[in-house]
């Protein structure tokens, strides 16, 4: 992973600071990529570790923080939030979008619901956004953000239009 | 070779068990009596390469991870790693079936099973992962990528290739959920720059093949590297689809030796897809791959009299999506836009009297805007802010922005762009000198006035650049660009942080001046300035501030600084010039300054060929006329 120990230590001086209370229930944000492989019972340092993704161009790197590494549909779900957030995080004001519709594909989520379903999103997003300690946050807190609101969504609220794994 | 048989026939007893009987010799038997080893299909799968030339040949596989190989000769004998795979294919399966040789070398069983007719069929395996991989067989089309280059890493300069699997099932219709197939070098962290152009030249790396879903490729390529791309999709048919991802499968992990002149991405991608297109796809002669070659043969072929690719989509970078959202705008929607993106003031009449459309319109043109600019500028943290608040802005509109057909303003796509290869004749005559001929070559790419077309307008992109001259029965080498690369990367939008910036670098050879004949230098030059557009399509003025090295020539000095404007553009469609005014002192020799004047002409619009008539004065003068060609 390139410049895996040195982003690391970085990231974790950081980002550890403002994030020290993580919720005590495992959320699949924490549960993939090497994150959970090095830090299982520290999540913080989970996600810190799973923000270090090789920007790589032509030249590759290990696959260690792939989806071998993360089981299940949240977790799919979880990385593929970390990586596309930016996009997300448009999309979902915007109330549209790909990205938005491919996670719920990946929980598993009927088409005819999506619209439902990210029109709910975006109300719960809208709050957390407009929060003034929102700006604080690193983009992978932020993005941490969005996947609980979606987790949240699709197992309860959405339950039965998605079949999470 | 019988002796061979027998043994290995007696390693079957002792290796199966069960399937150890009369109809494992029989398909072994038919397997070498049919010559099966022999088939360009079986070399194809395990990349053989002939080492010897003469008969009888030999033959060696490229990849250099062992756990390919089912045989332990297997990476020089065909024959016997043939021997070893149907009787690792008939082996009973262990607890886990993904490690048995079915799972493992899926499209070779698949080759197999279609040449060799098997009274008793081999055990059932469970081939789980592979199953994960190839999407349950949902995969239904293979697409063909091409990242534009990238001038951020010397191995991206002339773009890259991936191979898409494309799933059919109707929720994925972004293609980002699919697999991706990618190839390239491991380079180890923090290498140096020296290094590591050093060892990708001559074979210092292992490459391997990877995959991952395409969102990653798209946030890499397309959000971080604001490169475009263009996705290729091929008319295969359900068994080549099922061909190309069976081998795709086998080939992750394993290792070859990396060259970044031949044995790259645009070779082996093209080694994989030649499983079932029936054409070179690569340069069998030629000492360097490129990937736009690859696509420039893969857009020829026709199968059927089909063409080969049945559709070309344009994914755009962040940048060019900004570009072609806000040529989409109306004229009331880019004031919005300028207002914005100067200050957000979200009180200003311009945007508080604006219709709900308009406002959405704007600010998700916006998004592009300042995605782009915190890409380029990531220490800027006021873009990060000024986007929160573009976002939160967006969520108090309801209104949909309209989504705007991606393939609306679709530039050029790259088999439009120029041909990779050139060969020019010319003459000159200079005042000093006489009159002379010319021949000029390069492998690749572009130069400054090149078509337009499927590139970074008015760039020059080239590479082992030589122009050998011809002056009064003598032949000398006139210059010789290693690599030279010039970026005018105009404003498109006039908004701020939007382009203007220019700069080249230069590493070669060549004479001190026109006033002389074997008096080469050998040089590092580099330089940065700014440009503006002048009136519409490409035509730009710049200036440009240079510093150089070189070897000494008569006590001309070793550093140099320089600079000069330019004004490139189009007279006419199938005339394009670029005219230079230029400076140069040398800081630390006792030759006086000189001017530096060049004027050069390109007419004609083919891809094939063109004209090419130059001024130039560096002491004395010249004038050029030639002709090139290109492949």
Not at chain 2, 6 to 22: E, K
Not at chain 2, 431 to 446: D, K, M, N, Q, V
Request: net charge neutral.
């Amino acid at each position: 992973m390139k410049h895996f120990k040195k982003y690391l230590m970085l990231l974790a001086l950081v980002i550890a600071l403002p994030a020290t209370a993580q919720a005590a229930g495992k959320s699949a944000y924490t549960q993939c990529g090497i994150g959970a492989m090095l830090f299982e019972n520290d999540a913080t340092l989970a996600v810190v570790s799973n923000v270090i993704w090789d920007s790589g161009t032509t030249a590759l790197t290990s696959a260690a923080a792939s989806e071998d590494t993360c089981k299940g549909s949240a977790a799919s779900a979880a990385l593929y939030i970390h990586e596309t957030y930016s996009n997300l995080e448009e999309e979902t004001a915007k109330g549209e979008g790909q990205h938005v519709v491919a996670v719920l594909n990946i929980m598993g989520c009927e088409s005819q619901s999506h619209a439902n379903i990210i029109g709910s999103i975006r109300n719960e997003f809208a709050k957390s956004v407009s929060d003034a300690s929102f700006a604080e946050k690193s983009t992978s807190m932020k993005a941490k953000v969005y996947s609980d609101i979606v987790q949240n969504k699709v197992t309860t609220q959405y339950a039965a239009q998605c079949q999470v794994i | 070779m019988r002796k061979l048989f027998f043994i290995l026939c007696l390693g079957c007893c002792y290796s199966s068990a069960v399937y150890c009987n009369d109809d494992i010799d029989d398909v072994i038997h038919y397997a070498v009596a049919n010559k099966l080893h022999e088939s360009d299909y079986w070399r194809a799968l395990l990349h053989y390469k002939s080492v010897s030339q003469s008969t009888p040949y030999s033959w060696e596989s490229e990849i250099s991870t062992p756990a390919f190989f089912i045989s332990e000769a297997g990476k020089t004998e065909p024959l016997s790693e043939l021997l070893a795979t149907i009787r690792a294919i008939y082996s009973e399966p262990l607890e886990n079936h993904n490690a048995h040789a079915q799972c493992l070398f899926v499209a070779r069983y698949q080759w197999l099973k279609k040449n060799i007719q098997w009274r008793t069929k081999p055990p059932l395996v469970n081939c789980k992962k592979y199953k994960e991989y190839s999407s349950n067989g949902h995969v239904d089309s293979v697409s063909v990528i091409f990242a534009t280059g990238f001038l951020g890493n010397p191995a991206s300069y002339y773009g890259h290739i991936l191979i898409k699997l494309n799933n059919k099932r109707d929720y994925n219709a972004s293609g980002l959920l699919d697999q991706v197939m990618n190839y390239g070098a491991v380079v180890p962290d923090n290498e140096n720059g020296i290094v590591y152009v050093v060892k990708g030249l001559f074979g210092g790396y292992d490459s391997v093949f990877s995959h991952e879903k395409f969102y990653r490729n798209n946030h890499i390529y397309v959000e971080n590297e604001l490169r475009d791309m263009w996705e290729y999709k091929l008319d295969l048919t359900e068994d080549e689809v099922e061909q190309i991802v069976a081998h795709s499968w086998e080939l992750l992990g394993k290792h070859f030796v990396y060259y970044f002149s031949r044995e790259n991405c645009a070779y082996r991608m093209g080694e994989l897809l030649e499983l079932v297109v029936n054409e070179p796809l690569y340069s069998r002669h030629a000492p360097w791959s490129l990937p736009a070659d690859v696509f420039e043969r893969l857009i020829k072929i026709k199968k059927a009299d089909a063409p080969l690719v049945k559709e070309v989509k344009w994914i755009p970078s962040r940048q060019s999506s900004f570009y072609r959202k806000y040529q989409l705008l109306n004229e009331k929607q880019k004031s919005i836009v300028g207002l914005l993106a100067n200050k957000l003031e979200f009180e200003a009449d311009a945007y508080s009297k604006a219709t709900a459309k308009d406002k959405a319109i704007a600010i998700d043109t916006l998004f592009d805007y300042f995605e782009y600019r915190m890409t380029l500028e990531k220490h800027n943290t006021t873009l990060k802010n000024k986007k929160l608040r573009l976002i939160r802005e967006r969520f108090l509109i309801s209104e949909k922005g309209g989504v705007e057909s991606s393939q609306a303003l679709q530039p050029a796509p790259p088999h439009a762009g120029p041909v990779s290869s050139m060969l020019r004749y010319g003459v000159y005559t200079n005042s000093l000198l006489g009159t002379g001929i010319s021949l000029r070559g390069r492998p690749a790419y572009f130069d400054a006035l090149s078509l337009d077309e499927g590139r970074m307008p008015n760039s020059t992109l080239t590479m082992m650049d030589i122009e050998l001259a011809l002056l009064n029965d003598e032949l000398t080498v006139k210059r010789f660009d290693l690599v030279n690369v010039e970026t005018l990367n105009v404003s498109q939008t006039g908004l701020p942080g939007d382009g203007g910036s220019v700069w080249r670098m230069n590493i070669g050879f060549a004479n001190q001046n026109l006033g002389c004949v074997r008096c080469e230098v050998f040089k590092a030059e580099g330089g940065i300035g700014r440009a503006v557009k002048l009136f519409s399509g490409n035509t730009m003025l710049y200036a440009m501030a240079e510093l150089g090295a070189q070897t000494e020539h008569e006590d001309s000095g070793t550093v140099a600084w320089a600079s000069h404007i330019g004004l490139i553009g189009h007279l006419q469609a199938a005339w394009k010039s670029r005219l230079i005014i230029g400076y140069k002192e040398y800081v630390n020799g006792t030759q006086t300054g000189n001017n530096i004047v060049k004027w050069e002409n390109r007419f004609g619009i083919s891809r094939n060929w063109d004209i090419r008539l130059s001024y130039e004065k560096n002491l004395e003068s010249e004038f050029y006329f030639g002709a090139g060609f290109y492949w």
